[in-house]
């Protein structure tokens, strides 16, 4: 049975190749880097956008007033200031998942908004217009960027302390998140 000695293997592993000669998987960024991008914007940018509606009254939106009386309604006490919590998580949450910084955390905060917005249309079906479907699946990216982290095209890359994303901290922002929207969940009437 043919062993592989030391030498051979350190003679090919990347770090044995002298700086100019590499192979072309490590020159080249990887697709799911570009993939991972690719989900952070489009499900980073419609938070935002969703935050925007509730703080602001863009895109059509209720403004503080108008989704503090929707929180109300659903049974939140303390409407208004539900409004601006759900509208500053969802913005600022959602900027932070697009430009992937401190993804577990931004992921985190989607995550446990939109558990409470599963809860509110539960009563509704799965489909919209009036079901959860939607929340689910920002809920379900939001949580695989907090496990997977960020890529390498995000501002997480330059902090030392997130540079290298663990499972664990995603995992933990995730169980983070969904304790958070439990605790939310039980001042709803």
């Known amino acids: 049975m043919p062993s592989s000695s030391p030498s051979t293997t350190a003679a090919t592993s990347p770090a044995a190749r002298p700086s100019g000669e590499t192979s072309g998987l490590a020159a080249t960024p990887h697709a799911y880097d570009a993939g991972l991008l690719l989900l952070r914007l489009a499900l980073g940018l419609t938070m935002a956008v969703h935050g925007s509606q509730k703080l602001f009254g863009w895109f059509g939106g209720g403004g503080i007033d108008g989704t503090g009386h929707f929180f109300t309604m659903s049974g939140y006490p303390a409407g208004n200031v539900m409004a601006v919590v759900a509208g500053?998580?969802?913005?600022?949450?959602?900027?932070?998942?697009?430009?992937?910084?401190?993804?577990?955390?931004?992921?985190?905060?989607?995550?446990?908004?939109?558990?409470?917005?599963?809860?509110?249309?539960?009563?509704?079906?799965?489909?919209?217009?009036?079901?959860?479907?939607?929340?689910?699946?920002?809920?379900?990216?939001?949580?695989?960027?907090?496990?997977?982290?960020?890529?390498?095209?995000?501002?997480?890359?330059?902090?030392?302390?997130?540079?290298?994303?663990?499972?664990?901290?995603?995992?933990?922002?995730?169980?983070?998140?969904?304790?958070?929207?439990?605790?939310?969940?039980?001042?709803?009437k």
Do not use: C, Q
């Not at 955390?105 to 908004?113: F, H, K, R």
């Not at 509110?120 to 699946?137: I, N, R, S």
């Not at 960027?145 to 902090?159: E, K």
């Open 88 to 188: 500053l998580t969802e913005t600022l949450g959602g900027l932070a998942l697009a430009v992937g910084l401190l993804t577990p955390l931004a992921g985190a905060a989607v995550v446990g908004t939109m558990v409470n917005a599963i809860a509110v249309t539960w009563d509704g079906g799965f489909f919209a217009p009036k079901g959860f479907e939607f929340a689910l699946l920002l809920a379900a990216g939001a949580a695989a960027l907090a496990l997977t982290g960020p890529g390498r095209y995000a501002v997480d890359r330059f902090l030392p302390v997130v540079r290298s994303h663990r499972l664990a901290y995603g995992a933990a922002a995730v169980v983070l998140g969904l304790v958070t929207a439990g605790v939310t969940l039980l001042l709803r």
